[in-house]
């Protein structure tokens, strides 16, 4: 058995706005796009993006939950890291578009990677980085 690739999969609440965001700053164009559910892809890196809008978890009564898995309050809440080679120009790039996590600058981490991360629309956080050479 051997595992191959992983692919983040991002919870946002409005997949138009994430796509926009990732593609137009980040520069990860879509290869697929509908209203639940999007796949972002440059050179061998992808991104997945998935529909958390349910709101329906505000009016249920607590003695009946029901879990849907899509609530929006999970928007926000993930993360992921990306392997880059050019981290600095990345970095340089995307600075002057305000998206660089204020406690997240191009840094070099004790593991031996430079990174820095940016926040999507929704708050999840995106680390790209590069080792050391």
């Keep these: 058995m051997e595992m191959l690739q992983a692919y983040p999969s991002l919870p946002v609440r409005e997949i138009a706005r994430s796509v926009e965001f990732f593609r137009d700053k980040v520069g990860l164009p879509p290869r697929h796009q509908d209203d639940g559910f999007?796949?972002?892809?440059?050179?061998?890196?992808?991104?997945?993006?998935?529909?958390?809008?349910?709101?329906?978890?505000?009016?249920?009564?607590?003695?009946?939950?029901?879990?849907?898995?899509?609530?929006?309050?999970?928007?926000?809440?993930a993360s992921c890291r990306i392997r880059v080679e050019g981290v600095d120009e990345l970095y340089d790039a995307l600075l002057p578009l305000g998206i660089v996590h204020d406690n997240a600058p191009l840094t070099v981490q004790p593991w031996g990677d430079r990174d820095f991360a940016i926040l999507d629309p929704d708050g999840n956080l995106v680390t790209f980085f590069e080792p050391i050479k």
């Design 38 to 77: 999007a796949i972002l892809s440059r050179d061998t890196v992808e991104v997945h993006l998935w529909r958390a809008n349910d709101e329906s978890w505000r009016t249920r009564k607590h003695d009946k939950p029901i879990v849907s898995g899509a609530e929006s309050f999970i928007a926000g809440t």
